[in-house]
């Protein structure tokens, strides 16, 4: 039996009340940042929040998630589709993979339509340096409706 890859999901603190459920059903399918693993065995190993503006919780949250055998950290899509959308994303990025030599990816589901909307409709992520961080969650209009 291969050893599966060992993922961890930190999620904005906006959404500390999330279950996860939308992260959790991407992972099951493949869906959005997850389609990375398509064939692939992976576990999730560990899930928190940032701990709020301008988040606390990235200094050490990594560090236990790496204990627990963590390859891979997703900045779940929270951080891209709240309002702003959160402007510490490659700082976070930045420090957990220099700090802690882990990949870092931003996205975990895909990015429901309504978000896609609004964020499109505001300019949100018309410079280029958006491309970057919401083009594996960005997926197909149908893929998108169905994480409304």
Same mark, same amino acid.
């Given at each position: 039996?291969?050893?599966?890859?060992?993922?961890?999901? =930190? =999620?904005?603190?906006? &959404?500390?009340?999330?279950?996860?459920?939308?992260?959790?059903?991407?992972?099951?399918?493949?869906? *959005?940042?997850?389609?990375?693993?398509?064939?692939?065995?992976?576990?999730?190993?560990?899930?928190?929040?940032?701990?709020?503006? @301008?988040?606390?919780? =990235?200094?050490?949250? @990594?560090?236990?998630?790496?204990?627990?055998?963590?390859?891979?950290?997703?900045?779940?899509?929270?951080?891209?589709? *709240?309002?702003? @959308?959160?402007?510490?994303?490659?700082?976070?990025?930045?420090?957990?993979?220099?700090?802690?030599?882990?990949?870092?990816?931003?996205?975990?589901?895909?990015? @429901?339509?309504?978000?896609?909307?609004?964020?499109?409709?505001?300019?949100? &992520?018309?410079?280029?340096? &958006?491309?970057?961080? =919401?083009?594996?969650?960005?997926?197909?209009?149908?893929?998108?409706?169905?994480?409304?």
């Amino acid at each position: 039996m291969k050893t599966p890859r060992k993922i961890g999901i =930190i =999620i904005c603190d906006r &959404w500390r009340r999330c279950a996860g459920g939308k992260c959790l059903r991407a992972l099951k399918e493949r869906e *959005g940042a997850f389609a990375r693993y398509e064939g692939l065995e992976v576990e999730l190993a560990g899930y928190t929040t940032c701990d709020g503006c @301008p988040g606390g919780n =990235i200094e050490y949250a @990594p560090a236990e998630m790496k204990k627990n055998g963590v390859e891979v950290v997703h900045l779940a899509t929270g951080f891209l589709v *709240g309002y702003p @959308p959160c402007p510490y994303i490659d700082e976070f990025k930045a420090f957990v993979e220099e700090k802690y030599g882990m990949e870092v990816v931003v996205g975990t589901h895909p990015i @429901p339509q309504n978000y896609y909307d609004t964020h499109r409709n505001l300019g949100t &992520w018309d410079l280029p340096m &958006w491309d970057s961080k =919401i083009g594996e969650t960005v997926t197909t209009e149908s893929m998108r409706r169905q994480y409304d």
